[in-house]
């Protein structure tokens, strides 16, 4: 069982699309990451929320931190097709150090 | 300033070796951190090194071991590779205090 559940799992849309992803756990995180990656290439980091309630912009990308710090969403108004790749959610129980759980992914594919 | 770097970029082993990947993380970080990314599990953590000790250890066997050197470059090492360690394995690394980590591209390593 994954400590963190992402969904969902994979998701095809057109371009203008919103979408949103959701990572929830019944643990509580000190921190919360959001990563995209490439096909054969490392995730890249797109966002990381530390505070309960915490709602942060990156463009066209709206990043939530559950209250309780147990769950996050990634809402992405207007898709484009650059926007397709895996979205990983990850985060940091409290007091773990830096070990990082990640989500299972959501393969997102934006259609032209 | 220049990201995570890991070599080799790609491998091809057979079962019984044994093979050895380099990670040189952000300069200035101190943390580097070890994941396993296979289609099956998704990303699982392996280990995370600071300051030349291992903090962190993931649920793998003893075969999986690692180290980290001074200048805060870590390699890891599989013995006795197996078909199930054919992975994607990437290194992570970020600073003292901080839980956000930077991914390198990774070493894709395929065992026949």
């Known amino acids: 069982t994954q400590l963190l559940e992402q969904s969902p799992q994979f998701l095809s849309i057109q371009e203008g699309e919103n979408l949103t992803v959701y990572c929830n756990s019944s643990s509580v995180f000190s921190s919360l990451q959001w990563y995209r990656q490439e096909p054969g290439e490392g995730p890249v980091l797109l966002v990381t929320v530390v505070t309960g309630g915490e709602v942060k912009k990156l463009k066209r990308l709206t990043f939530q931190f559950g209250d309780a710090r147990k769950d996050s969403s990634l809402h992405i108004t207007a898709a484009q097709p650059g926007d397709t790749g895996l979205y990983l959610c990850a985060g940091d129980i409290d007091n773990a150090g830096n070990m990082l759980t990640f989500g299972g992914g959501t393969r997102l594919m934006v259609k032209p | 300033k220049a990201g995570v770097t890991q070599t080799p970029r790609y491998l091809i082993k057979t079962r019984g070796q044994q093979v050895t990947l380099s990670c040189s993380p952000i300069s200035g970080h101190r943390s580097v951190s070890w994941y396993q990314q296979t289609p099956g599990q998704g990303l699982q953590f392996l280990f995370e090194?600071?300051?030349?000790?291992?903090?962190n250890k993931g649920n793998f066997p003893g075969r999986f071991s690692g180290r980290q050197f001074s200048n805060s470059r870590s390699e890891m090492n599989v013995s006795t590779l197996e078909l199930g360690d054919s992975a994607l394995y990437l290194c992570?690394?970020?600073?003292?205090?901080?839980?956000?980590?930077?991914f390198g591209p990774g070493t894709r390593l395929l065992v026949l």
């Open positions: 090194y600071f300051s030349e000790t291992q903090r």
């Open positions: 992570a690394s970020s600073l003292v205090g901080t839980e956000t980590q930077y």
